[in-house]
């Protein structure tokens, strides 16, 4: 999802001045009218720029209510969306005080003030608006640079790949992906959503593997995020478990964690995963047996889970 850039305060303040001070400058200072002239036009040129930019960047930026829930959901887990909603807010307040400063010193120059201290009054009364909402600028720009980040979804089908960490849902969607998964990782971490498509003779499906969601109380931001994930998209929901414990987890703790899954209703095809590791055992809690190394195995568990898109579809109960 793309998001406009926006600027700091400062690098803000330093484009409308030069710009306003090239107006100036091009004007002629001889007589009393023409300095008074010059400075009208540094103030109209920074003032309008400062005001312009402020006042378009709320329009241009995404719409929190428009957007896919999923992004919106994401962005209040690492970002805020009421503190995005204020900041928003302020470059409006930011633009309306700007232009009243406009006007307030236009209409001391028509009343003959000094137009070198008109001028630098109003400057500095427009730099303190804008270095209010400085931070609100730099809380703008960090939910830009995450929008940026997040993985194109599309109005596919959708299978979300969920576990624990390590047990082979990214190895899963690699392989059976038509081209390299798009990954995109989280802020400040090596995690991140994965998206893979297969090109089935149904249509195009897409997978997201999501983090390894955690059994726990108190969920971490990733784990928060792979939550989102998991009740925002996905028709159906492929859960591996690792029964060779290689992951670092122990089986049981796994099937805490499908338990969990369960609860958000969504269709649940449950994989163990690793079936040819000399460790592996089989699960009865699993309804099919997979490894990325079996083509066969990965052919079966697409196919069952397309059926169970399929009868989804055609429940009259459904709802998206």
């Given at each position: 999802m793309r998001a406009p850039h926006v600027p700091r305060a400062d690098e803000l303040i330093d484009k409308a001045f030069r710009r306003a001070a090239r107006a100036r400058r091009g004007k002629p200072r001889r007589t009393p009218a023409d300095r008074k002239r010059a400075e009208e036009a540094f103030i109209m040129t920074a003032s309008s720029?400062?005001?312009?930019?402020?006042?378009?960047?709320?329009?241009?930026?995404p719409s929190l209510t428009a957007m896919h829930p999923l992004y919106r959901e994401l962005i209040d887990i690492?970002?805020?969306?009421?503190?995005?909603?204020?900041?928003?807010g302020s470059l409006d307040w930011a633009a309306r005080e700007i232009a009243a400063l406009r006007k307030e010193a236009l209409r001391e120059l028509r009343q003959g003030r000094e137009p070198n201290a008109v001028r630098r009054k109003a400057s500095g009364r427009m730099v303190s608006v804008v270095r209010q909402v400085r931070g609100n600028l730099e809380l703008l720009e960090r939910t830009r640079e995450f929008l940026d980040g997040l993985p194109e979804l599309q109005d596919a089908p959708t299978i979300v790949v969920a576990g624990f960490p390590n047990v082979g849902k990214s190895s899963f969607v690699a392989a059976v992906s038509s081209a390299t998964p798009e990954v995109a990782p989280y802020p400040f971490t090596t995690k991140g959503i994965t998206v893979g498509h297969v090109e089935h003779e149904k249509g195009r499906i897409q997978l997201v593997?999501?983090?390894?969601?955690?059994?726990?109380?108190?969920?971490?931001?990733?784990?928060?995020?792979?939550?989102?994930?998991?009740?925002?998209?996905?028709?159906?929901?492929?859960?591996?478990?690792?029964?060779?414990?290689?992951?670092?987890?122990?089986?049981s703790d796994q099937l805490a964690l499908l338990e969990r899954i369960r609860l958000t209703k969504k269709p649940v095809l449950v994989a163990a995963s690793k079936r040819d590791h000399p460790l592996f055992r089989s699960v009865k809690e699993a309804d099919i047996e997979v490894s990325v190394h079996d083509q066969?195995?990965?052919?079966?568990?697409?196919?069952?889970?397309?059926?169970?898109?399929?009868?989804?579809?055609?429940?009259?109960?459904?709802?998206?």
């Open positions: 720029i400062l005001a312009d930019n402020l006042k378009s960047l709320p329009r241009r930026f690492h970002v805020g969306v009421d503190d995005v909603r204020r900041a928003l593997d999501i983090p390894g969601l955690l059994d726990r109380e108190r969920m971490s931001t990733i784990e928060r995020t792979a939550e989102a994930v998991l009740s925002c998209t996905g028709d159906v929901v492929l859960f591996m478990v690792d029964s060779t414990e290689t992951c670092g987890y122990a089986l066969k195995s990965l052919h079966a568990a697409i196919e069952r889970l397309v059926e169970m898109m399929r009868e989804e579809d055609s429940h009259p109960s459904r709802t998206r």
